[in-house]
């Protein structure tokens, strides 16, 4: 930089901006934002400074800029991302490492200096004439052991709108901390605009993360998954930090599940896209801390999470009045919600896959202009709404909040649950033997299968560890055992349960459980991490009796639950099992250059307890053939 950075700021900012900029007293960051305001080269640039003032302010932009439109619920406006632009590019997220530095073949990678050079040369003047927005946010509570205080430089209104929804405003964080190098910077641009408002240029669509510089480059897009730095853009930056600091990163759901006389356990959980995450962290009679993200804790010997965010980026497709009571009511509510790539009606009301009600015959939408029956380029037709349209919404506004969202100590983790979309292999529930074998078998071992919706075979199983390969930034083997090593470290070791909603019928192929049931499964989780119900061993895990899953049934759904439905269920696929243990086995062998010896030696134990039940009671066997247990 030729200038000194002030000068820069001094020149660059009106008054009032600058004022807000230098209240805090950080060289670093005020030479960080100059840098890229004469790098980017703005016409404008406003600071927030979280105030009521400053986020009306970013409100108004999004609509004057045109990057959102109001719909007829006061509070309610929609955007749209290019059609091309309607999802996180994994083919263009990559990590710059330094001569040296290898993170092993699942993870996108290329050469520091190149990526550095190729990402500046995007971003050279890439904002003129749009105006810049500086904001500050925390992840995590703030006040508390958990905050990471964040810097977002971003060109678009839209992305500055939502995490203002999203996130817990940091601007006091910063003042609070004075010159300090230890937050995280991200600098977005949406580059050139097309007369839709959306990002033309999308050839030059780039998420580069550096993390030696804890900074995220996102450059030609506006989806979500790619531009709110502190969405999956921090969590890359923050699973590092963890890795090296001896806490967690993790894609993960927390909630409250309701216990006998008002106890309140609180579950974390993983689950791959399209896995039922949201509708697990939504489930009725419970209560909701977070969907997404979760930072876990060793305090005290105890494992402690916090929600990262305060809002959600939520799918909208399928919600309905019927099965998703909650969100629908927010969703009808006059507060304040982006709906993005949905359908909008001439009367600004919005329509998407799976609503109550028949499907407008037009409308526009993130192809434009829209009619049933349009098709796009490629001659696919195009549904109303894209099936990755979202909502964004502050967590305050469900009615089954936990109160417990803020707190700066967390909330105790009594479980962990896994789950991916698996037809044919895992039953409903099963606790796992102990931290080491939920870690490896449930965790590690998470697959999820494609859906017809989604690109290539159906039913083709994705190697997901934990559901966060796509944001690991340590090595996969590395990230599993620092997983094995914080559980070891707790003197309270939470449960560890695997779950699986998609479970067919061997013979009909049909789902063997309702969406409900799963709150039946919750319920069991919770009697037992304080011990209040037996269990049945299986080779794969702990899995519940009949007359308990018989009585809760009857207290949470007021259904009747045959033995039958519970032998289908319940049953061992020792078959199905094996192959799972081979494919994974497979995977750690050939893609995992550092798998923890452990790994193989939890799988191969699991793999003899199978074959020993195969020799005696043939390939599928029903729970009635094992022990019983306390
Ligand atoms: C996910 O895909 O896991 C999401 C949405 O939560 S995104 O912000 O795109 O990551
Ligand atoms: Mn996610």
């Known amino acids: 930089m030729g200038k000194n950075y002030l000068d820069i700021l001094k020149e660059r900012l009106d008054e009032p901006n600058y004022k807000k900029l230098m209240a805090i007293n950080n060289p670093y960051l005020h030479e960080f934002v100059a840098k890229y305001i004469e790098l980017c080269n703005p016409d404008s640039i406003f600071v927030s400074d979280g105030s009521d003032e400053a986020l009306q302010y970013i409100r108004e932009a999004a609509i004057k800029t045109g990057e959102e439109m109001p719909l007829a619920i006061p509070g309610h406006t929609v955007h749209f991302d290019g059609y091309y632009d309607q999802a996180r590019d994994r083919e263009h997220t990559k990590f710059l490492l330094p001569k040296g530095v290898d993170l092993g073949p699942t993870i996108k990678a290329m050469d520091r200096d190149e990526g550095l050079r190729e990402i500046h040369e995007i971003l050279k003047d890439i904002m003129k004439g749009h105006e810049l927005y500086v904001c500050f946010y925390c992840l995590g509570p703030t006040n508390s052991v958990f905050s990471i205080p964040c810097v977002q430089l971003t060109d678009s209104s839209y992305v500055a709108h939502s995490e203002n929804i999203l996130y817990r405003q940091g601007y006091e964080e910063f003042i609070k901390r004075g010159p300090t190098k230890e937050f995280f910077k991200f600098v977005h641009s949406e580059g050139e605009l097309d007369e839709r408002k959306t990002s033309?240029?999308?050839?030059?669509?780039?998420?580069?993360?550096?993390?030696?510089?804890?900074?995220?480059?996102?450059?030609?897009?506006?989806?979500?998954?790619?531009?709110?730095?502190?969405?999956?853009?921090?969590?890359?930056?923050?699973?590092?930090?963890?890795?090296?600091?001896?806490?967690?990163?993790?894609?993960?759901?927390?909630?409250?599940?309701?216990?006998?006389?008002?106890?309140?356990?609180?579950?974390?959980?993983?689950?791959?896209?399209?896995?039922?995450?949201?509708?697990?962290?939504?489930?009725?009679?419970?209560?909701?801390?977070?969907?997404?993200?979760?930072y876990i804790r060793n305090i005290n010997g105890e494992a402690r999470a916090v929600n990262v965010e305060k809002g959600v980026f939520g799918i909208i497709q399928g919600i309905n009045s019927k099965d998703d009571p909650i969100q629908w009511k927010v969703l009808h509510s006059p507060v304040e919600i982006i709906f993005s790539n949905v359908l909008v009606t001439e009367d600004k009301r919005v329509h998407w896959i799976g609503k109550d009600g028949e499907v407008p015959p037009r409308g526009y939408n993130h192809s434009g202009e829209w009619w049933i029956g349009k098709k796009d380029a490629e001659g696919k037709e195009i549904p109303c709404s894209h099936p990755?349209?979202?909502?964004?919404?502050?967590?305050?506004?469900?009615?089954?909040?936990?109160?417990?969202?803020?707190?700066?100590?967390?909330?105790?983790?009594?479980?962990?649950?896994?789950?991916?979309?698996?037809?044919?292999?895992?039953?409903?529930?099963?606790?796992?033997?102990?931290?080491?074998?939920?870690?490896?078998?449930?965790?590690?071992?998470?697959?999820?299968?494609?859906?017809?919706?989604?690109?290539?075979?159906?039913?083709?199983?994705?190697?997901?560890?934990?559901?966060?390969?796509?944001?690991l930034s340590i090595p996969v083997g590395k990230y599993i055992q620092a997983n094995i090593e914080f559980g070891k470290k707790l003197s309270k070791k939470p449960k560890i349960f695997g779950v699986n909603y998609f479970l067919r019928d061997k013979e009909t192929g049909e789902f063997l459980n309702?969406?409900?049931?799963?709150?039946?499964?919750?319920?069991?989780?919770?009697?037992?991490?304080?011990?209040?119900?037996?269990?049945?061993?299986?080779?794969?895990?702990?899995?519940?009796?009949?007359?308990?899953?018989?009585?809760?049934?009857?207290?949470?759904?007021?259904?009747?639950?045959?033995?039958?439905?519970?032998?289908?269920?319940?049953?061992?696929?020792?078959?199905?099992?094996?192959?799972?243990?081979?494919?994974?086995?497979?995977?750690?062998?050939?893609?995992?250059?550092?798998?923890?010896?452990?790994?193989?030696?939890?799988?191969?134990a699991e793999r003899k307890r199978l074959e020993e039940a195969r020799n005696k009671y043939g390939d599928y066997i029903t729970p009635d053939k094992f022990e019983e247990v306390d």
């Open 200 to 294: 033309k240029n999308i050839d030059k669509r780039r998420i580069y993360i550096d993390l030696e510089e804890d900074t995220v480059y996102s450059t030609n897009t506006q989806y979500g998954g790619n531009t709110i730095g502190l969405k999956k853009l921090a969590m890359r930056l923050a699973i590092n930090h963890a890795s090296k600091e001896g806490w967690l990163t993790e894609h993960m759901l927390i909630m409250g599940v309701h216990g006998p006389k008002g106890r309140v356990t609180y579950f974390t959980g993983a689950f791959p896209s399209l896995c039922g995450k949201t509708s697990t962290a939504m489930l009725e009679g419970e209560s909701i801390v977070g969907d997404d993200i979760a």
């Open 388 to 471: 990755n349209a979202r909502f964004t919404v502050e967590l305050k506004h469900f009615e089954n909040v936990d109160p417990k969202l803020h707190d700066p100590e967390g909330v105790p983790v009594g479980a962990i649950v896994y789950g991916g979309r698996d037809s044919d292999t895992w039953v409903p529930v099963q606790e796992a033997f102990d931290w080491v074998h939920g870690i490896v078998a449930k965790g590690a071992a998470l697959e999820s299968e494609r859906t017809a919706a989604v690109l290539g075979k159906e039913g083709v199983r994705e190697f997901n560890p934990m559901s966060n390969l796509d944001f």
């Open 514 to 604: 309702d969406k409900v049931d799963k709150r039946v499964w919750y319920k069991w989780m919770e009697l037992r991490v304080h011990g209040e119900v037996g269990a049945i061993k299986t080779p794969t895990g702990y899995i519940p009796k009949y007359e308990d899953l018989k009585r809760l049934f009857k207290e949470v759904l007021g259904k009747d639950y045959s033995k039958e439905d519970y032998m289908k269920q319940f049953m061992i696929r020792v078959p199905e099992n094996l192959a799972k243990i081979d494919r994974i086995k497979k995977i750690y062998e050939t893609k995992v250059p550092d798998a923890p010896q452990i790994v193989f030696e939890v799988l191969e």
